[in-house]
């Protein structure tokens, strides 16, 4: 399998509900939430793509461009942008859906890099 082959493999898409519990005093996603669920795909598609132990070592510019309200769906799809040596790129996207029209848009997009690493929490190539 090919490399484009493998990062089309590796995109990952879950979808949740935003319920009451998840949201601020401004009925909208905590943003310390949106983070964690950001980095929960990210992650999954890392590991799908490598195959490997990865870690989170960093996350940069997370673009909170629109807040997602209570009573929506979300979609969170990870998509693996830069291969390394031993890291890796994922951009990740939410997309806000209304439940009961087919009204979507995007509302926070970001990247977070993940390191494969061994049993040791050594760093490994992602690739063999």
């Known amino acids: 399998m090919n490399l484009e082959e493998r990062i089309q ?3 990952t ?4 509900a935003v319920f009451p519990n998840t949201t601020n005093h401004y009925d909208t996603l905590f943003g310390g939430t949106a983070l964690q669920l950001m980095d929960e795909v990210a992650f999954i598609a890392a590991t799908r793509f490598s195959r490997k132990r990865c870690v989170t070592v960093s996350s ?3 673009d909170f461009s629109k807040p997602i309200p209570a009573g929506t ?3 969170l799809i990870g998509r693996i942008s830069r291969v390394g040596n031993t890291s890796l790129d994922v951009h990740v996207e939410i997309f806000i859906e209304e439940m009961y029209s087919t ?3 995007s509302a926070i997009q970001g990247s977070f890099t993940f390191v494969a690493v061994d049993e040791n929490k050594q760093p490994i190539p992602v690739l063999d």
């Open 103 to 105: 009204q979507r848009e």
């Open 13 to 16: 898409r879950i979808f949740k």
């Open 73 to 75: 769906i979300i979609e």
């Open 9 to 11: 493999k590796s995109e």
């Open 60 to 62: 940069d510019k997370i």
